[in-house]
């Protein structure tokens, strides 16, 4: 059955306001539309610089200053805490005179959805008299971690003999699966200040929503309402992998780059069936030379056909003479139709970076992985995907952080060939029915959607939510 947008509900306006990076806007747009089919008003309000990016039916797209209009974050010198200090300050002014703006119309702000990486946010909101709902794009896992260090459940850093770390409805971590922000704290501040943040304000706001499904994290959604009455939303990937419920829904709608489509649609044509290891790192993990090269040769040595997405900033870290070497089995690309590959007959199994939108993608479409996790949430996220969800494989790495191109090739095999093989395959397939009963009709994902439309709909504008 296919959602078409209704017209009993256009009185409901939500603004969707997303972080301004890819794995962000993704999820965030993505809500907007599901919010769209259901017969709501949605509009994303996001920087000059990514507005132009986002295009989606039914969504109208308006402009907010992060400050930095002309280039974004690469303008504040790549500064976290200078781009943050800026986009509050200019996000605040300008997203002010965008509610004031829709309250002149038939079509007043009835709530912002906004990434909980901007708690800021919901000041505005309740100055305005407007619900604010927090998005959390990470599992609700990682989200249950850092919550805890914020109320000081959890002392930073973390020592070798308080692991492994146990933390309510998660598996046991070890020093191997703890995000970086909690083995180095030092590291990055600016970072770990923002994912702590997210916390600051919980018992102000009216709704709270994880980018997860309940089958899948249950244990740790249980764990996490101790702490906040999250509801699970997830997974936010395009419906035409799904439930098919909106009509012509078969991308995010967000894109920071041109996908090459029709080349890797046409190199993966020529692929028998789950014949290719499809490769990428997302659009911000940066590998060492040493790593690229061991993946490269590894690629290579195993034998298998491969079509590795390299941004043109990683691709000088390939060995000299590579792209002649591999032009019968490789294809190299910078950039590609994530879903298109996953879905595609010829894919059989991802080397990912284990990002928590790869993870989900992964997940939803089936399809095994060999986990590359690298920094921050990619840790835990691996292990869940490895120990937890079997799903694939985690190398090993050496003593220098390195995993060397025989440890990946037995991985691939691993995934790709023989008896543990088809119990990952069969895992895989576990978890992409589950994916779409979570937003299929009557699912948990979509039931929380409903509950929060229908709310929004009758509530009171002078009342107050009361979801704990």
């Not at 969504?59 to 690469?74: C, L, N, W, Y």
């Not at 492994?164 to 590291?187: E, I, M, N, T």
């Not at 995010?252 to 490769?279: D, H, M």
């Not at 928590?356 to 691996?382: H, I, K, M, R, Y």
Request: net charge negative; with cysteine; proline share 5%.
């Amino acid at each position: 059955m296919v959602v078409e947008q209704c017209q009993s509900n256009v009185h409901v306006h939500v603004l969707v306001l997303p972080y301004p990076a890819q794995g962000h806007i993704n999820p965030l747009v993505q809500f907007a539309k599901r919010l769209a089919s259901k017969g709501v008003k949605a509009t994303v309000a996001t920087t000059h610089y990514t507005a132009k990016s986002i295009a989606a039916p039914n969504i109208t797209v308006e402009r907010i200053s992060d400050g930095f209009d002309q280039a974004g974050f690469a303008q504040a010198n790549n500064d976290v805490q200078h781009f943050l200090s800026s986009f509050r300050t200019n996000g605040s002014r300008t997203l002010s005179q965008l509610i004031h703006k829709y309250h002149q119309t038939p079509s007043p702000v009835t709530c912002i959805v906004y990434d909980s990486f901007f708690p800021w946010v919901l000041d505005v909101a309740k100055e305005h008299g407007v619900y604010g709902a927090a998005f959390f794009t990470n599992s609700a896992a990682v989200c249950s971690i850092f919550c805890r260090i914020h109320r000081g459940f959890i002392e930073l850093p973390v020592d070798a003999e308080d692991l492994p770390l146990r933390v309510p409805g998660l598996p046991p971590l070890d020093y191997r699966s703890l995000p970086s922000f909690v083995k180095f704290p030092q590291s990055y501040p600016a970072y770990l200040a923002m994912k702590l943040s997210q916390f600051s304000n919980l018992d102000k706001v009216d709704w709270m929503f994880v980018n997860t499904f309940e089958a899948l994290e249950s244990e740790v959604v249980e764990g996490l309402k101790e702490l906040f009455p999250a509801k699970t939303i997830g997974p936010m990937v395009p419906s035409a992998y799904l439930d098919g419920r909106i009509k012509g829904d078969k991308g995010y709608g967000a894109s920071l780059w041109k996908p090459l489509n029709e080349e890797c649609s046409n190199w993966l044509e020529e692929k028998a069936p789950r014949s290719v290891v499809y490769i990428s790192f997302g659009s911000m993990v940066s590998l060492t030379a040493e790593q690229v090269e061991e993946v490269a040769w590894g690629l290579k040595e195993s034998g298998a056909s491969f079509l590795w997405v390299l941004r043109e900033s990683e691709q000088g870290k390939l060995p000299s003479g590579y792209r002649d070497l591999i032009k019968d089995k490789g294809l190299i690309v910078t950039w590609c139709n994530q879903l298109e590959l996953l879905a595609h007959k010829a894919t059989s199994c991802f080397v990912t970076h284990c990002g928590w939108n790869s993870t989900l993608e992964s997940l939803s479409l089936g399809v095994p992985v060999v986990c590359f996790p690298q920094w921050a949430d990619q840790l835990p996220d691996a292990k869940f995907l490895d120990e937890i969800w079997e799903v694939g494989v985690w190398p090993k790495e050496d003593e220098h952080g390195i995993v060397r191109k025989q440890e990946f090739i037995s991985s691939l095999k691993v995934v790709m060939e023989g008896e543990r093989s088809d119990e990952i395959r069969r895992n895989a397939n576990k978890w992409k029915k589950l994916a779409r009963k979570a937003v299929g009709e009557g699912g948990n994902s979509d039931k929380h959607i409903n509950q929060f439309v229908n709310y929004l709909m009758h509530a009171d504008k002078n009342g107050s939510l009361n979801v704990h």
